[in-house]
């Protein structure tokens, strides 16, 4: 581990008492709200009624928590289908707010919370910060943005509910939250990892340091491990990895402890398991899948089954920091994200692995996937830095040759590299799109 | 004795050129020399100006990737041998010429070559030493 000014290691809030249940009560407690759960989604949720009726289930038939696995799945789709009240299982009376993530095209994904669905957001959001060892005395600044989008407020809520100072700065404009984070002594800042980049060249550039700050709690994009030991050592802070989903809850599904070896899931509240993409056979800890959870407690919207699409693995020892709640590997990839190119299965974090093993680069990069003449094209534009510019076209060119040689020693395949000017790299609400396919397949 | 000269990354798209000429010119900077090195799919615009701070920090605050490099301008007799002569001191020091491009004015019989080398005080000691005028500063187009 990377020297940083972390520290804070043992930040506690009654809300964390979960955190440390023994596997048999948290067992316990899982059945309970699991069949209660199953209950009111088959009563509340005509879809899920359907495709159990179709399985000749019942809730009745859920008499432990591996019997999850009978349960029919949920997918992304769904919530588009039944747009917009299709999967509210409480009336709009008890409906205290609504999200949706940012979808791409046609209608968005509507996501619903009653008080009670708030309440335990804010609590999963105080677990998440202390895992990070943020506590009441801290100052807060929250980037993510405001609005539909689930990282502002999940985040705003949570810090409040912790005690903690909080800026609700949303994203964007770098020199006022450089500003921000220097004159109100901010110790922890909430953003995505490839904003906070961003920020970090802004402030070299303003030649200003980041004073207090202490702890990074990043999301909302994967990322990778070497993005995380660039962010530690480019800034002296400590940077955590924070996981979420808007179906779900949003941020706060999971978070890695100090010890920053896997993100510690909240089970008693959502019960995941891992699957195999194809068959949606369910896998043993250990095995790489993807990411299945099932919402134990969500009144408004009961998600059983919920397929995130995300790759990860399920590890079962027992952490270091005490905690009981099993933990999963950082996610780099998604199965959406992965491209087949020339055969080649390719996730972006590999690119970005590969761009940053070479020195000084930084990785902001965008992948342009084309079709000429029938063969399939990939271009990574890189955005050329103060730090890796040089006026010498021999030094640019060997920039390119050194760029080109890392992707392909990664991936396997040749990729053209492209220098492109800073900034002109499409970002979203601070997530970095990564990949743009213009194949038409 | 030396000359500070502003590096700008372009990539290679239409009107990219236009755009780093229209910040300086909306910031009142007077450019004295301009070269383009292009290649196929980026270039790098080298630039002096009277205030190289100044335009790093407007073209950094429009977006662009800008550096302030050190070169040498030095006066050549607009004669033919004029340049050989000038250069041949610098292969007589074993000094390698990045790159050189002459700025537009005249001055009386002389015209101002811009060169980067990376022994920039050898380089000046050796062209002094051989006659050579070496300029402090360049003046407007």
């Known amino acids: ?441 | 004795m030396e000359v500070a000269q502003v590096s700008v990354f372009l990539e290679n798209r239409t009107g990219g050129l236009a755009d780093v000429v229209d910040v300086l010119a909306k910031n009142a900077v007077d450019i004295h020399a301009v070269t383009l090195a292009d290649m196929a799919d980026f270039g790098i615009l080298r630039i002096i100006v009277d205030d190289a701070d100044q335009a790093k920090k407007v073209l950094k605050a429009a977006g662009f990737t800008a550096e302030k490099t050190r070169v040498v301008a030095v006066e050549v007799p607009d004669r033919p041998g004029g340049l050989a002569e000038m250069l041949g001191v610098l292969r007589k020091q074993g000094i390698n010429v990045e790159y050189m491009y002459s700025a537009a004015r005249k001055r009386g019989e002389s015209a101002i070559v811009v060169v980067r080398v990376d022994e920039i005080p050898k380089a000046v000691g050796a062209l002094r030493d051989a006659g050579v005028k070496v300029l402090e500063k360049l003046e407007a187009m």
């Open chain 1, 1 to 441: 581990m990377s020297a940083t000014r972390g520290d804070g290691l043992l930040a506690f809030h009654p809300a964390c008492a979960p955190d440390y249940l023994p596997r048999e009560q948290l067992r316990q407690l899982q059945l309970q709200r699991l069949q209660a759960i199953v209950r009111r989604a088959y009563e509340r949720q005509k879809l899920f009624r359907e495709r159990m009726e179709a399985r000749g289930l019942s809730p009745a038939d859920v008499r432990t928590v591996e019997d999850v696995a009978k349960l029919p799945f949920m997918v992304k789709t769904d919530l588009r289908d039944t747009y917009p009240f299709g999967l509210f299982a409480s009336p709009m009376e008890d409906v205290v707010r609504l999200h949706a993530s940012s979808g791409t095209t046609g209608k968005p994904i509507v996501v619903a919370y009653t008080q009670a669905d708030i309440e335990v957001w804010k609590e999963v959001m105080v677990r998440s910060f202390c895992a990070c060892g943020v506590q009441a005395h801290d100052v807060i600044q929250n980037a993510y943005g405001y609005g539909l989008f689930t990282g502002g407020l999940g985040m705003h809520y949570g810090a409040e509910a912790l005690g903690a100072t909080v800026i609700p700065m949303s994203g964007g404009n770098n020199e006022r939250q450089l500003m921000v984070m220097q004159d109100f002594g901010v110790t922890v800042i909430c953003c995505t990892p490839s904003y906070f980049v961003h920020l970090v060249e802004r402030a070299k550039e303003a030649k200003i340091d980041f004073g207090r700050l202490r702890v990074g709690v990043f999301g909302a994009e994967p990322w990778s491990a070497a993005m995380r030991d660039h962010i530690q050592a480019a800034s002296g802070i400590r940077a955590h990895d924070i996981y979420g989903l808007s179906e779900i809850i949003g941020p706060g599904v999971g978070v890695e402890c100090h010890r920053q070896d896997g993100l510690h899931l909240f089970e008693d509240h959502f019960l995941p398991e891992i699957i195999d993409p194809v068959t949606g056979e369910v896998l043993p800890d250990g095995k790489e899948g993807e990411l299945v959870f099932t919402t134990l407690s969500k009144q408004a919207m009961p998600m059983i089954r919920y397929r995130t699409r995300d790759i990860t693995t399920l590890m079962p020892e027992p952490c270091g920091c005490g905690r009981t709640l099993r933990r999963m590997r950082r996610i780099g990839r998604r199965s959406d994200d992965m491209f087949i190119i020339r055969g080649v299965n390719v996730f972006p974090s590999q690119v970005e692995v590969a761009l940053l093993k070479v020195e000084g680069t930084l990785p902001h990069y965008q992948i342009v996937l084309s079709r000429e003449k029938g063969l399939d094209e990939m271009e990574v534009q890189v955005e050329v830095t103060p730090e890796v510019f040089s006026d010498k076209i021999k030094a640019m060119k060997e920039l390119q040759q050194r760029l080109e040689h890392a992707v392909e020693q990664v991936l396997g395949i040749r990729a053209k590299v492209t220098l492109v000017e800073p900034r002109t790299i499409a970002r979203s609400e601070g997530k970095a799109k990564r990949v743009v396919d213009r194949r038409n397949i």
